[in-house]
């Protein structure tokens, strides 16, 4: 079975052998229900007809080895017997549940880890062709309903399909004709139903995975772009496309639950027409009303623990099939992950690393690219053509561009974000590889134009990525000043480091968050500080503070700066001038303005926007 042997590959070797544990209960559990059931009928049979103790041999057994002297005692004792036996019964089915519930919600925890740590795991690369939602789906709601619908209803498939084995096999110990016939025609009522229904089942599971996929991309799209929809006016577009995916995928489980719960009314109105034809089968063929009874009694009591297993085996049933879509993608995604480490076990390649724990990467004489190129995965062209450039140390360059020049992606592969399709990222004449990429990463502080900024304190923000027992503050504070932040997180902001500033940092104005990503860069006190468009969206007054900030570090540390604002850059050692990918001009700020008809035409524009 695809599903069994999915979910037997998405345990690690200590759940299975957990697992096993857990299977071994459900054996002792169906032993219980067995010793249960059993004891139902001599109990019943007594209980009516006390002359039975002495015509039974095995009750007469145990009456006389037991030393009773009459009847009402021995009633009475096998009376509370039972009733020892069911509430042992009950006991260990409880405790049966909450030690699958606890295995079944700690599994589902331990595959959103491992997801989690599969997906950052993977290359930057990857990010570029998959959508973050869809990856926050997975992480977050889907393996909560692989618990709710493949994990839950296993383990119960599980116990209740031992259980009911054990019960069905003592009826037809006890009565093989009647317990035969009514078993096949409820078994075969339940197989007729999950037939009719599985395919229609797993049709609904498939596009349910749509519309939720649906409903998050939604959100986050929406949400994310809040600012343009309320500006626009455009919130009934977005709340209409959200109520549509929401719609049908409430429609989807809607219909999953009725189709699961449906069959359980025709097996309760074919169980009970069974009991009664078989009641008055017995009665018609002559058997003493004595014998009936406790008959019928022990048939009852055993329909009623069996109902509710053949009833919860098909919605087991139902369950599987619906999210064994979702299952399959979980369990690829998790494959994948295995088949990365397994590369990487036998040196055919290796994974992404994080930086934690690795050693930054000498960094003495300089870096550079030597003869990259680049196509983004899908791509119809190059974005980088054969691009050749050397940084020394404690310089500081610059890259400029038209938009589409290739400057982003240079800065990316700079970062070892990105592997060149030829070609090599080189420190001090080493080459940058995803082995040693991390360690590299050690060494280079980064400010996006975008400043990402986490709904927590600007001490947090700044030391990014550590937990709050970790964070340097006096680290903090120096980053902070050096960026030129410092007197207004200490004068302005009610709690100062401790201020919360709100998601994405909405509290603050545009150059207060790149600034605040430029003390996030300077934290680590990095040797190589790499700056794509950080002053593009800020007034002019942020950016000659920022401008100011970067200039008081030159010398200092390695400075790679993309900007549009070529202000930014005057005072750069080198200016590289891009065009489609490739590098078409280079020299300081004065030569190339004497020089580049390329250079010449971008300082025209800078001049005519600050005019403007």
């Not at 005692?73 to 009733?83: K, N, P």
């Not at 610059?398 to 974000?417: H, M, R, S």
């Not at 994405?504 to 860069?521: M, N, P, T, Y």
């Amino acid at each position: 079975m695809r599903v069994a042997r999915a979910v037997y590959e998405l345990l690690s070797p200590g759940e299975r052998r957990r697992a096993a544990g857990v299977l071994v209960l459900m054996f002792v559990t169906a032993f219980f229900e067995l010793l249960g059931v059993g004891f139902i009928l001599p109990f019943l049979t007594i209980a009516i007809d006390p002359g039975a103790i002495q015509r039974n041999e095995w009750l007469n057994r145990v009456y006389a080895g037991l030393g009773f002297q009459d009847t009402t005692s021995f009633i009475l004792f096998a009376g509370v017997l039972l009733l020892a036996i069911i509430v042992i019964m009950n006991l260990v089915s409880a405790l049966a549940v909450w030690v699958q519930m606890r295995f079944v919600y700690r599994v589902g925890h331990s595959i959103s880890v491992r997801l989690m740590e599969h997906y950052l795991t993977k290359p930057y690369a990857y990010f570029l062709t998959r959508n973050t939602s869809a990856l926050a789906k997975h992480i977050l709601a889907d393996t909560s309903k692989i618990v709710a619908g493949v994990l839950k209803p296993g383990a119960a498939l599980l116990a209740r399909g031992i259980a009911v084995a054990a019960v069905v096999g003592l009826l037809v110990v006890v009565q093989p004709v009647f317990a035969l016939v009514t078993m096949g025609v409820i078994g075969g009522a339940y197989g007729i139903a999950y037939a009719l229904i599985r395919q229609k089942l797993e049709h609904l599971g498939r596009r349910s995975v749509e519309a939720n996929q649906w409903r998050y991309k939604t959100t986050a799209e929406t949400f994310g772009g809040v600012k343009a929809i309320k500006a626009l006016g455009s919130e009934p577009h977005f709340i209409g496309k959200y109520a549509e995916a929401s719609s049908q995928y409430a429609a989807h489980q809607a219909t999953n639950r009725i189709y699961s719960l449906l069959p359980r009314y025709l097996i309760q109105i074919l169980a009970f027409g069974g009991f009664m034809v078989g009641f008055i089968l017995l009665v018609a063929s002559g058997r003493d009303l004595t014998q009936v009874v406790p008959l019928m009694g022990f048939f009852a009591f055993a329909a009623m623990r069996l109902l509710p297993g053949f009833q919860e085996i098909l919605a087991s049933l139902a369950q599987f099939r619906f999210h064994e879509h979702l299952l399959f993608e979980i369990h690829a995604d998790l494959a994948d992950r295995m088949a990365d480490r397994m590369k990487d076990r036998d040196g055919h390649s290796a994974p992404a690393v994080t930086a934690e724990g690795a050693r930054a990467l000498p960094f003495e004489r300089g870096l550079g690219l030597a003869a990259v190129r680049f196509r983004y995965p899908g791509a119809g062209k190059d974005v980088i053509r054969t691009l050749t450039l050397e940084v020394s140390k404690n310089t500081a360059v610059a890259l400029v561009g038209t938009t589409g020049a290739g400057k982003t992606t240079i800065v990316d592969i700079l970062l070892g974000l990105l592997v060149p399709d030829e070609g090599s990222l080189l420190v001090d004449g080493t080459s940058v590889t995803s082995a040693n990429a991390a360690a590299w990463r050690k060494r280079v502080g980064y400010v996006p134009q975008d400043v990402f900024l986490a709904d927590d304190t600007v001490a947090s923000n700044i030391a990014y990525g550590l937990g709050t027992s970790a964070i340097d503050h006096q680290a903090v504070r120096r980053a902070a000043t050096i960026a030129q932040i410092h007197d207004f997180v200490t004068s302005e902001l009610p709690d100062g480091y401790d201020t919360v500033i709100g998601e994405r940092g909405v509290r603050l104005s545009g150059g207060q968050r790149q600034r605040l990503g430029i003390a996030r860069a300077l934290y680590r006190d990095p040797d190589v500080l790499v700056l794509d468009e950080a002053t593009s969206d800020v007034d002019t007054v942020t950016e000659a503070c920022i401008t100011e900030a970067i200039q008081t570090l030159a010398g200092q540390k390695t400075l790679v700066i993309v900007a549009h604002r070529l202000a930014t850059i005057r005072h750069c050692d080198r200016i590289f001038v891009l065009e489609a990918g490739a590098i078409v001009a280079s020299g300081t700020y004065d030569e190339l303005a004497a020089t580049s008809p390329e250079f010449q035409r971008m300082t025209g524009a800078a001049r005519a926007a600050s005019v403007v």
